[in-house]
């Protein structure tokens, strides 16, 4: 089947830097692509290629379709930096938005499907909260029913009620079959939304595949951690390492991690704290993005 979403050696430049170099993806239609990295590696250029913002070298198609050649009414985008008229009330954001898709959506029902109460509708978008802008902004976003949304931190800024709330809706938005792209700095938003991961660093994919596949893959099934790090590193475990003060040992089972606290209570170290948990998606990031 034809990705809703596929990217080619795509690379991009702003003058001298290099904002993304040879990247190449493909997102299944109606599934959530999470991609996550450190500030500055490329994230909203990718978003903004995709949405034909850009032209980048290596080709970029939307079923299909160069993106530069897509009906922009098939497409909701939330940039990270965005503010609109902050006169206008969000009921009068949203109608004024969803018409230049040629949408005429219930104001008031949009902006319910975000979390936005009924007292802050007819609001200056001035005199909202960061949060309750956030949402409106997202509101905008989907107003039109696209059926490609392309989301740059949507969560930035929103208390935690709120953001369950919203992952509550774009979970309803993908079960409608609407494919989706993220950026998030948020592990948890991507453990609860994301189909496909993938980790971007200086503008280059270090991974991406499915979460539970990355996660076997690079960090294994458990992790142990000892914190504070004791003076030496355990024989018994020769791929440990120490990472911010502790003792860290990535793709541990059962039996090394016995053999580290058998070897620990040999040395006498007093350890405040042991862990033996299963790996997340945070340590892949971390690894990968750490590594030397």
């Known amino acids: ?5 596929a990217l080619t050696d795509v690379s991009h430049h702003y003058g001298e830097v290099t904002a993304l170099q040879e990247v190449s993806l493909a997102v299944a239609e109606g599934s959530v692509l999470a991609i996550v990295g450190p500030n500055g590696a490329g994230k909203t250029t990718l978003v903004r290629a995709i949405a034909g913002v850009i032209d980048p070298n290596g080709q970029v198609a939307i079923d ?3 993106a530069a050649q897509v009906d922009r009414r098939r497409i909701g985008i939330l940039p990270q930096a965005f503010t609109p008229a902050r006169r206008l009330t969000p009921r009068e954001l949203i109608r004024h938005h969803a018409a230049r898709y040629d949408a005429h959506p219930d104001p008031a029902a949009v902006l319910g499907r975000v979390g936005l109460g009924v007292g802050e509708l007819d609001r200056p978008y001035e005199r909202l909260s960061g949060g309750q802008q956030r949402r409106v902004c ?12 392309l989301l740059d931190e949507p969560t930035a800024g929103i ?12 979970e309803r938005i993908r079960e409608a079959g609407t494919t989706m792209v993220i950026t998030s700095h948020s592990f948890a938003e991507v453990d609860r939304l994301a189909d496909q991961v993938c980790i971007l660093d200086a503008g280059r994919v ?7 596949a990355l996660i076997e893959t690079v960090a294994g099934g458990h992790r142990l951690e000892v914190t504070p790090a004791p003076a030496s590193l355990p024989p018994v475990a020769p791929t440990a390492e120490v990472v911010d003060g502790r003792l860290r040992l990535a793709d541990c089972d059962l039996e090394t991690a016995a053999a580290v606290l058998r070897w620990l209570a040999e040395t006498d170290a ?10 997340s998606l945070a340590d892949v990031y971390a690894m990968l993005t750490e590594a030397p």
């Not at 089947?1 to 979403?5: D, E, K, L, R, W």
């Not at 997202?138 to 949304?149: E, K, N, W, Y």
């Not at 270090?206 to 539970?212: E, F, G, Q, T």
């Open 159 to 170: 208390d935690p009620a709120g953001r369950r709330a919203l992952w509550a809706e774009l």
């Open 270 to 279: 007093t350890p405040r704290r042991i862990s033996w948990d299963r790996s």
């Open 64 to 66: 299909g379709a160069p």
């Open 138 to 149: 997202v509101a905008m976003a989907i107003a039109h029913d696209p059926t490609l949304l």
């Open 1 to 5: 089947m034809q990705p809703a979403v």
């Open 206 to 212: 270090l991974a991406a595949d499915a979460p539970a």
